[in-house]
């Protein structure tokens, strides 16, 4: 990869704006996330105007930004091409759907959420990356005979 | 609901930004994932710099609007719950709000509008679960 460091420095503005932006649309307030899935309840249409804002901007940025030839900074886009649906995708969604709706948080809120130092969010933090860890290297070692054989090495987990 | 659509818009931006400079998938589980994996130091520097970033952009918007942080989880046991639900969730589902709900969305992804509806749903359940939960008790 070349560019590195100013790749790092665009990552690190880009990543500023989307923290403000959590902020800014409330989505650091777990009661904000849960009053949105809140279907039956006294429903908050926030995280609409959230997702809503969030994608009509991309929507029209990726379709000028794919009409050049390879990123600014990049030799090429890595953007997912899949398009079949598979029950991996389905019942991990519908997992993280359910601890969404139980913790109010996702990943990016839960990392910025660490700035009020409570101790939930790092207990959920610590499971959140503690799981997934654990799920990936499991995968790893399943299709270590597969197509695709990563070479790794695993270090001691605590 | 402006603030709503101004974090919305910042969000979107963000995500423009790494495309349109890194030609990346501005996804924050899969960051994270890609970090617990081997790789070359500079696809692990932009990941960490982002993720850095978020903290920092969080902590200035914080201090311009005050009380972003005052919510407190229920308990400790239900964070962890949530946590590890989260955790393998997004690792077989390969994402989250972020990857799948706004830059799959834009760009029209079908897996990623599947995902989303999904997520939405079982949340909207798990919402309905707690509230009942609450009830009895």
């Known amino acids: 990869m070349k560019n590195v460091g100013a790749t790092g420095a665009v990552a690190l503005v880009a990543g500023s704006l989307f923290g403000a932006g959590l902020v800014l649309g409330g989505m650091t307030m777990p009661s904000k996330v849960r009053g949105f899935l809140d279907f039956t309840g006294s429903w908050d249409p926030t995280l609409v105007f959230v997702m809503g804002g969030a994608v009509v901007v991309h929507f029209f940025a990726y379709r000028l930004i794919r009409g050049r030839a390879h990123p600014v900074l990049a030799e090429r886009f890595q953007l997912p091409s899949r398009k079949d649906l598979d029950v991996r995708l389905i019942l991990g969604a519908a997992l993280f759907g359910v601890g969404w709706g139980l913790g109010g948080f996702c990943p990016g809120p839960a990392i910025t959420s660490m700035l009020s130092g409570s101790a939930s969010v790092f207990v959920f933090l610590a499971a959140m990356l503690g799981s997934s860890f654990l799920v990936g290297r499991r995968e790893a070692r399943t299709s270590a005979g597969g197509a695709t054989p990563a070479p790794r090495t695993v270090s001691k987990s605590s | ?137």
């Open chain 2, 1 to 137: 609901m402006l603030r709503g659509l101004g974090g919305g818009v910042l969000i979107g931006a963000s995500a423009s930004l790494m495309l349109i400079v890194a030609g990346r998938v501005t996804g924050i589980s899969g960051m994270l994932n890609g970090l617990m994996a081997p790789a070359e130091s500079g696809e692990r520097l932009w990941r960490i710099l982002f993720l850095g970033g978020l903290v920092v952009g969080a902590l200035v918007a914080s201090r311009l609007l005050p009380g972003a942080f005052s919510d407190r989880m229920p308990s400790l046991a239900l964070a962890f719950v949530a946590g590890v639900l989260v955790g393998v969730g997004t690792r077989i589902g390969n994402g989250c709000t972020s990857g799948h709900g706004v830059c799959g969305i834009s760009r029209l992804s079908i897996r990623s509008l599947v995902a989303t509806l999904t997520f939405i749903a079982t949340g909207g359940l798990a919402v309905l679960a707690l509230r009942g939960l609450a009830g009895l008790s």
